[in-house]
C-alpha cells in the first residue's frame, strides 16, 4: 500500500437489493490524477463518498491518505478534500466570506482563516469577485471556488466528482487549468467524470467502473487501444459505391475496415489521422463516389464500454429510446 | 503550497472546537441576513402586518370571554403564532443546504458534525429573539400594555421555549423534504394549525368539538399562559388544559423535543447510510 495515496480493496455497498459497490478495487498512486470513469448510476459517486467518509461501507476495506476510513473518519477528514456535483458553496456569502467561514471550519482560527483565503482567491484567480455574492458568480467561477474551499487545507488527496458536469467549454477548461495547477503542486487527484475526453485529458491512469465493479484500469492510450483509437467514417450516398469505398478505405488506412450495411457506413482505424483523412475523401471523389458525411471519430465512452462489457451505456440507450 | 503553516497541532479539546464550529455556523446564518436584509423585512413584515391586520380589522367585532379589550388578548397569540411559523423557515434553510450539498460538505470536514444541526437551531433562536422585539414594539405602539417584571420575562422565556421545540421538527422536515419548493408547502399545513387554537378566538366560543381540539392544541397552552404572564386578559376557559395552560406552555414543548430531537438526530446520522 506504500505509494498509494488510496487504496480500496473489495468495497461493498448495498441499497436495499441493489449493489451500488460489488467488490469493487481502487489503487491511485500518490502525485497522480487517477480517473474513474463509468454512466450514470455505475457507482462512481457512491465510491467517492465512501472514500470521502459521507457514508459507510457494507464490506471491504479502504486507506486514504494511509488512514482507515471506516475507522478513522476524522482524521481522513483533515487530509481530503471534496468537490461534488453541486457546486457546494454558500450562494449567498461572498467568494472571500465562503472561504473564510470554511477556513475557521476546519479550525485555522480567525487570522490565519483570513490570510488562506486571500492566497486562494489570488490562486484561483478570483481575487476581482472575492467581494461578490457567489450567486452572481458564472457555473466555472463557482465550481473554482468550490475547487478552493476543498483546498483550505491543502489536503494530500482530492475527490473530484464530475466536476465539469453542466458547465460550457470554457468553464470546463478553466476547472481543467486549475486541476493541472494542483496536481503540479503534489495533490493527488481522483476524478469521476462521465467523459472519456476529460479523463483522457487530466488523467495518468483510469480505472472503468460499471454496475459497481472495476472492469478495466489502464492508462489512457492503454484503453483506447482496446477499442482501437480513433477511426475515418464514411457514410455513401449510394448503396453500389459499397464495395468500391471500402477498397479505397482499407487502401489508405491501416486496419481493416468495418460495414455497416444498413447505413452505408464504411469505417477504419487510423493512426494518422489528418492525413488518412484527406486521403480517404480525395480519392472518393476521384474515383466519383458520392458521400454523404466522412469525418474522424473518436472514440467515446461508448465505444469502451461497449467493447469492454458488451453493452451500451445508459445514457445513450436512453438517448437512443427517445429518438 | 501555502506560506502559512496549515498543519498547526490542535491543542483544545473536543468541547472547545464543538463550541467553536458551532458559533462559526451561527456566524453565518446571520451573516446570511445582513447580506439579505430583504429576508428580514419579510420574515418580520408577515407578523407586523398580521398585528396591525387582525388587531385593527377584527379588533373592533371580537370579543373576549371575560371582558377586556380584543388587541391586549390577540397580541400574546400573534407572538406564539410567529414562534410556531418559524419552523418552516428552518425546514426551508435545513433543505436548501442538503440539496446544494452544503451539509454534505460540512460533513467531509474535521468539524463537528452536530455543529451543523446545533447552529441551526442557535441561530433561529436568535432570529426569533429580534422577531419577538420587534413585534412587542409594534404592539406597544397600537397600545398593548404588559405587566413588566419576572412575569414578562417568564412569557418571553416560554414563547422562545415553543420556538426551541419546534426548531427540531424543522431540521427532521428540513432532512426528509425533497427540495425547498416541497418546504414551501408546509405554509399550507400550518396556517390552520394556527387558525384552529386560541391564538385570535376563544375556544369556548368555537362549537364544542372544535373549541376541545383548540384548547388541546400546544400553541393554546404558550398563548394562555403568555396573556397571563403579561397580565393582560386570557380568555378563561374550563377545560383542565386551559385551566393548567402555564404547566402546559413548558410541557408541550418539552413533548415535542423529546419526540422531534431524536427523530432529526436519526435523519441526520441517516445521511451516512
Known amino acids: 500500500m506504500d505509494g498509494y495515496a488510496v487504496w480500496a480493496e473489495a468495497l461493498e455497498k448495498r441499497y436495499g437489493e441493489k449493489r451500488a459497490l460489488d467488490g469493487f478495487d481502487l489503487a491511485v498512486r500518490e502525485g497522480t490524477v487517477h480517473g474513474l470513469l463509468g454512466p450514470n448510476g455505475a457507482g462512481k459517486t457512491t465510491a467517492v463518498r465512501i472514500l470521502s467518509t459521507l457514508i459507510r461501507l457494507d464490506g471491504g476495506r479502504a486507506r486514504v491518505a494511509g488512514l482507515d476510513v471506516a475507522r478513522q473518519p476524522r482524521e481522513v477528514r483533515a487530509r481530503i478534500g471534496l468537490t461534488g456535483q453541486y457546486a457546494a458553496v454558500d450562494e449567498v456569502l461572498t467568494g472571500r466570506q ?110 472503468v467502473i460499471d454496475r459497481g465493479r472495476a472492469i478495466a484500469d489502464d ?91 458488451g453493452h451500451r451505456t445508459k445514457t445513450s440507450q436512453e438517448k437512443e429510446t427517445a429518438a | 503550497m501555502s506560506a502559512l503553516d496549515l498543519t498547526a497541532p490542535d491543542r483544545r479539546g473536543r468541547l472547545y472546537w464543538l463550541l467553536a464550529d458551532c458559533w462559526n455556523v451561527v456566524r453565518r446564518g446571520l451573516t446570511h441576513y445582513r447580506r439579505q436584509p430583504v429576508n428580514i423585512a419579510w420574515q418580520l413584515g408577515f407578523p407586523i402586518l398580521s398585528v396591525l391586520l387582525y388587531g385593527y380589522v377584527f379588533g373592533s367585532a371580537m370579543r373576549v370571554p371575560g371582558g377586556g379589550d380584543y388587541k391586549d388578548f390577540l397580541m400574546p397569540g400573534m407572538f406564539a403564532m410567529t414562534m410556531a411559523f418559524g419552523f418552516i423557515n428552518t425546514a426551508t434553510l435545513v433543505v436548501y443546504d442538503s440539496t446544494k450539498g452544503v451539509i454534505d460538505r460540512f460533513r467531509s470536514m474535521p468539524m463537528a458534525a452536530s455543529a451543523v444541526v446545533a447552529g441551526r437551531g442557535l441561530t433561529d433562536l436568535l432570529v426569533a429573539c429580534a422577531e419577538l422585539a420587534i413585534m412587542m414594539l409594534t404592539a406597544l405602539a397600537m397600545g398593548w400594555r404588559p405587566d413588566g417584571g419576572w412575569g414578562f420575562l417568564a412569557a418571553f422565556g416560554l414563547l422562545l421555549w415553543l420556538r426551541f421545540a419546534l426548531i427540531w421538527i424543522g431540521v427532521w422536515l428540513g ?75 413548558g410541557v408541550w414543548p418539552l413533548i415535542l423535543t423529546a419526540v422531534f430531537l431524536p427523530l432529526a438526530v436519526r435523519r441526520f446520522q441517516r445521511l451516512s447510510r
Open chain 2, 175 to 249: 432532512l426528509l423534504v425533497p427540495n425547498p419548493e416541497a418546504a414551501g408547502g408546509l405554509f399550507a399545513v400550518a396556517f390552520p394549525l394556527t387558525m384552529i387554537s386560541s391564538i385570535f378566538v376563544a375556544p369556548q366560543l368555537m362549537p364544542d368539538w372544535l373549541g376541545w381540539v383548540a384548547a388541546w392544541n400546544p400553541l393554546s397552552s404558550t398563548a394562555a399562559a403568555t396573556r397571563d404572564l403579561f397580565g393582560t386578559p386570557a380568555g378563561g376557559g374550563e377545560a383542565w388544559v386551559e385551566q393548567h395552560a402555564l404547566l402546559m406552555a
Open chain 1, 98 to 207: 465562503n472561504l473564510e467561514m470554511f477556513g475557521r471550519l476546519f479550525h485555522l482560527g480567525g487570522k490565519r482563516a483570513r490570510l488562506r483565503a486571500a492566497e486562494l482567491l489570488e490562486q484561483f484567480d478570483l481575487t476581482d469577485a472575492a467581494d461578490r455574492g457567489v450567486g452572481k458568480y458564472s457555473g466555472g467561477m463557482r465550481r473554482r471556488l468550490d475547487l478552493a474551499a476543498s483546498m483550505i487545507l491543502a489536503p494530500a488527496v482530492l475527490f473530484l466528482d464530475e466536476p465539469t458536469t453542466g458547465l460550457d467549454p470554457r468553464s470546463r477548461g478553466e476547472v481543467w487549468e486549475s486541476v493541472r495547477e494542483l496536481v503540479a503542486r503534489g495533490t493527488t487527484v481522483l476524478l469521476t467524470t462521465q467523459y472519456l475526453e476529460e479523463a483522457d485529458k487530466l488523467a495518468s491512469r483510469i480505472t
Open chain 1, 219 to 309: 492508462t489512457p492510450d492503454g484503453l483506447k487501444d482496446r477499442v482501437g483509437g480513433d477511426r475515418v467514417e464514411v457514410v455513401l450516398a449510394e448503396r453500389g459505391d459499397l464495395p468500391r469505398a471500402v477498397k479505397v478505405v482499407a487502401r489508405v488506412c491501416e486496419g481493416e475496415p468495418e460495414t455497416d450495411e444498413g447505413e452505408l457506413r464504411v469505417h477504419a482505424p487510423v493512426t494518422d489521422r489528418v492525413a488518412a483523412l484527406t486521403e480517404v475523401a480525395r480519392t472518393l471523389q476521384d474515383e466519383g463516389v458520392g458521400v454523404e458525411d466522412i469525418g474522424l471519430r473518436r472514440p467515446s465512452l461508448d465505444d469502451v464500454f461497449l467493447r469492454l462489457t
